[in-house]
Nanobody, 120 residues
Framework: QVQLVESGGGLVQSGGSLRLSCAAS????????MCWHRQVPGKQRELVAA???????NYADSVKGRFTISRDNAKNTVYLQMNSLKPEDTAVYYC??????????????WGQGTQVTVSS
């Protein structure tokens, strides 16, 4: 069974940094795009950053120049380096992966989420 597990969230002061990790485990044949989303209570989940299997990246305008997404294909892991954090970055951060399990059809899998809180 495929699982995505995030780690690295926490409480940080405004201007600080955090690095999130998301590892995909289980019987996986291949992984296409991997993404980070975030959600604030009462608002829709929004895409923060995405990275293809080839390393092409895309960012929300609100995080460009501050956040960097990367991945280690050998470890089936995606990272989100978050610098110059602002209180408005406070949210639950979720990773997802578009992947093909070895014994199932291609699908998008989600992690359980990790809380990021930025104090002013």
């Amino acid at each position: 069974q495929v699982q995505l597990v995030e780690s690295g969230g926490g409480l940080v002061q405004s201007g600080g940094s955090l690095r999130l990790s998301c590892a995909a485990s289980g019987s996986i044949f291949s992984i296409y795009a991997m993404c980070w989303h975030r959600q604030v209570p009462g608002k829709q989940r929004e895409l923060v950053a995405a990275i293809t299997s080839g390393g092409t990246t895309n960012y929300a305008d609100s995080v460009k120049g501050r956040f960097t997404i990367s991945r280690d294909n050998a470890k089936n892991t995606v990272y989100l380096q978050m610098n110059s954090l602002k209180p408005e970055d406070t949210a639950v951060y979720y990773c997802n992966a578009d992947l093909v399990p070895k014994e199932a059809d291609r699908n998008v899998y989600w992690g359980q989420g990790t809380q990021v809180t930025v104090s002013s």
